[in-house]
């Protein structure tokens, strides 16, 4: 029996992460390369049936104009990973996935994203004209590469956050908001996560973006069985402070403060740079730690843009915190790494996860996919170990 053909829409599609995304599973494909970071690849995952790398068909959108081939050389000349050697194995299949790369819409997304444009943003077309745009894109790639399955995966640089009116809370309140074209009730994510699901696509929110899935798209992807997930890819500082926290928590421990100094440079450190887009990230780090903890504290996130870093992120963490006898104590941490290089393996990860959930007819919100993210979606617990056996229960029971 033919194994089913999958497909990958990446949105942001030039970005660094999706560059890796790309590139890595190209590698993975042709034994160039080793799938650590991966956890579909470790033991507990064999027999599952997942999607195999070297058969996935990649296509996407971004708003910039550029090639695939150059964003693959700029990666590798600021990671160090990789070789031209290997880059230029790779241009062939590159210089196709480039031919499926079209123009995204910035609907809403904020002056800051606005300006990453080819070209001047216009507001001349409805959301449901740009649905359906979208949607269209979808189906015609699907169509051109003989696809059973598409998963759409957003890698989108993070928008200002979208503030919930009654139009999102339901599906049938969200359509007639789209019939009427009401102004700011949708953003580019949105229309994405929509059109998605509306095509019968799994998606994935790996952005802070609140847009994408608001309680109107969750409630029709259950209802059509169409996995769905986010919000906000857990890479850095955030997987450092879901697994550390809870040692406060073992040891009878009173956390203080806790204060968090992230700088980055690439396109995602510029984006947030601008107040509105920073907002949207900030809320989706700093509330892991009273989440975990069971009580407030004095916590802030603080993120800088640092042009020379390009894709290398770097968190400074200072922990105050209150012993026996009231002793005032201190822990710091260091977190080095590039962006894209710690994203790209779960993306991966992800992809061949809700392929399996739609193959095995699971719908709406993946609450196993926890670990993944800094602010699951309908899932309460933090604890990066108790959402790792999450994962790893689903993976028994699917087994079984």
């Known amino acids: 029996m033919r194994e089913k053909k999958v497909g990958v829409w990446l949105v942001g599609a030039l970005g660094s992460i999706a560059t890796t995304v790309i590139v890595g599973a190209l590698s993975l494909g042709r034994g160039l390369a080793e799938p650590t970071g991966m956890i579909t690849a470790t033991e507990a995952f064999d027999g599952l049936g997942l999607a195999p790398l070297d058969g996935l068909e990649f296509g996407g959108c971004d708003l910039r104009r550029g090639g695939l081939r150059d ?3 700029h990666v590798m000349r600021e990671t160090g990973v990789l070789s031209y050697e290997i880059l230029d194995e790779l241009d062939e299949p590159l210089t196709g996935i480039e031919e499926d790369i079209l123009m995204g819409t910035a609907r809403n997304c904020g002056e800051a ?3 990453l444009a080819a070209s001047p943003v216009t507001h001349d077309r409805t959301a449901r004209q740009e649905i359906e745009t979208v949607r269209r894109q979808f189906r015609d790639f699907k169509k051109k590469k003989s696809l059973d399955e598409l998963v759409v995966v957003n890698l989108a640089s993070t928008e200002p956050p979208l503030v919930l009116q009654d ?3 339901e599906t049938d309140a969200f359509e007639r908001a789209l019939d009427r074209n009401e102004p700011g009730v949708v953003k580019a994510s949105t229309i994405y996560a929509y059109a998605a699901v509306q095509e019968g696509c799994p998606y994935i929110n790996f952005t802070p ?8 798209v969750i409630g029709l992807a259950g209802r059509r069985g169409v996995p769905v997930m986010g919000n906000d890819g857990k890479t850095g500082e955030t997987l450092v402070k879901s697994a550390l926290a809870p040692l406060f928590q073992c040891r009878n421990l009173d956390v203080l403060s806790w ?3 992230n700088i980055l440079g690439n396109m995602d450190g510029c984006v947030l740079d601008h107040p509105e887009n920073k907002e949207s990230k900030i809320k989706s780090k700093d509330q892991v730690l009273s989440k975990i903890l069971g009580y407030p504290l004095h916590s802030r996130v603080h993120i800088h843009y640092v042009p020379s870093l390009d894709d290398q992120k770097t968190a400074w963490d200072f922990i105050h915190f209150r012993g026996f006898l009231g ?3 201190s822990l710091q941490f260091i977190w080095q790494g590039y962006d894209s290089l710690l994203a790209a393996p779960l993306i991966l990860d992800l992809v061949r996860l809700v392929e399996l959930a739609k193959r095995r007819g699971e719908g709406g919100l993946m609450p196993h996919l926890a670990s993944y993210f800094k602010a699951p979606l309908g899932v309460e617990e933090h604890r990066l170990y108790e959402q790792f056996q999450m994962l790893l229960r689903y993976a028994q029971a699917v087994r079984a």
């Not at 973006?209 to 109107?216: F, V």
């Open 167 to 169: 139009a999102h809370l």
């Open 209 to 216: 973006s609140s847009g994408a899935l608001i309680p109107a």
């Open 327 to 329: 002793s005032k104590m």
């Open 71 to 73: 964003a693959a050389r």
């Open 259 to 261: 204060e968090g100094f």
């Open 113 to 115: 994203i606005e300006r």
